[in-house]
T-cell receptor
Framework: DQQVKQNSPSLSVQEGRISILNCDYT??????FLWYKKYPAEGPTFLIS???IKDKNEDGRFTVFLNKSAKHLSLHIVPSQPGDSAVYFC?????????????WGLGTSLAVNP | NAGVMQNPRHLVRRRGQEARLRCSPM?????VYWYRQLPEEGLKFMVY????????ESGMPKERFSAEFPKEGPSILRIQQVVRGDSAAYFC?????????????FGPGTRLTVL
């Protein structure tokens, strides 16, 4: 049962344009959402997060939008750069007791073409 | 400030052998998390530890797998009598505290191959 879904396995974007990566979730108990970026043979690198009490968080070229009613979030990267080419993972967490585990999507591979 | 360190980066074992994976958290971090990524899948939580304590092991297989985070030294993920299905990338993450909003920082992973 995939609680966090990234339905697009891959995305190709031209340099300078906007990249939009999508993520859907099923568990209404999730209270915190994160985006990680991963290069081959490396560990995930934290990018940006958003609490469930917000609908937008921005950090430089990265903006995450959360639509709780639709159980949907998206990561916008603008302008996209070739160095952004990587696999992007959406992750979510339930804030309950000692629970700190992150539930991950399968990732979207982004290719930014020069 | 060194990041999360994992060793070895690559580990090859034959079926039935033991695998020991080590994780040194970032300096000052006392919370460690282990995740496993099987081929073509996303990361799956395995276990969350504080120094000398297992806080949440709900993602650990019931048999052959164990984890520890001693007072001194790195966290160890131990897999006994490995099978081919254990072949995966094992990632360790650490956080400064156990606060829910704390970011988990990941190491480069250990890629385990079972022959």
């Amino acid at each position: 049962d995939q609680q966090v879904k990234q339905n697009s396995p891959s995305l190709s974007v031209q340099e300078g344009r906007i990249s939009i990566l999508n993520c859907d979730y099923t568990n209404s108990m999730f209270d915190y959402f994160l985006w990680y970026k991963k290069y081959p043979a490396e560990g995930p690198t934290f990018l940006i997060s958003i609490s469930s009490i917000k609908d937008k968080n921005e950090d430089g070229r990265f903006t995450v939008f959360l639509n709780k009613s639709a159980k949907h979030l998206s990561l916008h990267i603008v302008p996209s750069q070739p160095g952004d080419s990587a696999v992007y993972f959406c992750a979510a967490r339930v804030n309950a007791g000692n629970n700190r585990k992150l539930i991950w999507g399968l990732g979207t591979s982004l290719a930014v073409n020069p | 400030n060194a990041g999360v360190m994992q060793n070895p980066r690559h580990l090859v074992r034959r079926r039935g052998q033991e695998a020991r994976l080590r994780c040194s958290p970032m300096k000052g971090h006392s919370h460690v998390y282990w995740y496993r990524q099987l081929p073509e899948e996303g990361l799956k939580f395995m276990v969350y530890l504080q120094k000398e304590n297992i806080i949440d092991e709900s993602g650990m297989p019931k048999e052959r797998f164990s984890a520890e985070f001693p007072k001194e030294g790195p966290s160890i993920l131990r897999i006994q009598q490995v099978v081919r299905g254990d072949s995966a990338a094992y990632f360790c993450a650490s956080s400064l505290s156990g606060h829910p909003g704390d970011t988990q920082y990941f190491g480069p992973g250990t890629r385990l191959t079972v022959l």
